[in-house]
Structure formats: structure tokens, C-alpha cells
């Protein structure tokens, strides 16, 4: 869900991954450009950059194949930490 939410943001921007507070559970969301970040109530534990300038000069307009990429490389040892902190946070 990840990859595929972050290879189909339009223009430039971010897949993330976070801990929905209110629903207590993980959501994957897209935010487009820089003046959508707020997203209430998630804290980000992952976040995919998906401008032009994080991946252009090895994939050219590939954007998928940057993604795929990146996702066979995420530490997701220090996601799941990152998760664990957000719970203490929150409860």
C-alpha cells in the first residue's frame, strides 16, 4: 500500500507511513507538495520522498523503480522503534 500510494503522488511530494492516533492504528497517506503536511492525528514513522530531485539522476522519470527500490532497503527494524516510541506517546 505504501509503494503504491507513493508512486501515484501527483507531482511532487511524500508516501507516508504513520500511527493514526484516534483510530490506533498504522495508515499510509500521500502528501502532495510542501503545504500539505498536516495530517491531524498521524504521527509519521516512514516517510518516501517522491520529488523529482530524490531520484532523477539515477531513474530519470521512473518514479516506480525508485520506489521499489527504496522499499527493498527500508530499516524496518527502526520503523517498528519508531512505532513503539509513538505508542508511548499516545498511551
Known sequence: M???????????????????IYTDS???IQCEDHHHLTQWGVIPLL???VWEH???LK???????????IMNIINWD???RR??????LVK
Do not use: H
Open 54 to 56: 530524490s531520484y532523477y
Open 78 to 80: 527502526d520503523v517498528s
Open 2 to 20: 505504501l509503494a503504491k500510494l507513493s508512486k501515484t503522488v501527483v507531482g511532487a511530494g511524500w508516501g507516508i507511513l504513520g500511527y493514526q
Open 47 to 49: 516517510a518516501i520522498d
Open 26 to 28: 498504522l495508515v499510509c
Open 83 to 88: 512505532l513503539e516510541a509513538a505508542l508511548k
Open 59 to 69: 531513474y530519470k522519470n521512473k518514479r516506480g523503480e525508485y520506489v521499489n527500490k
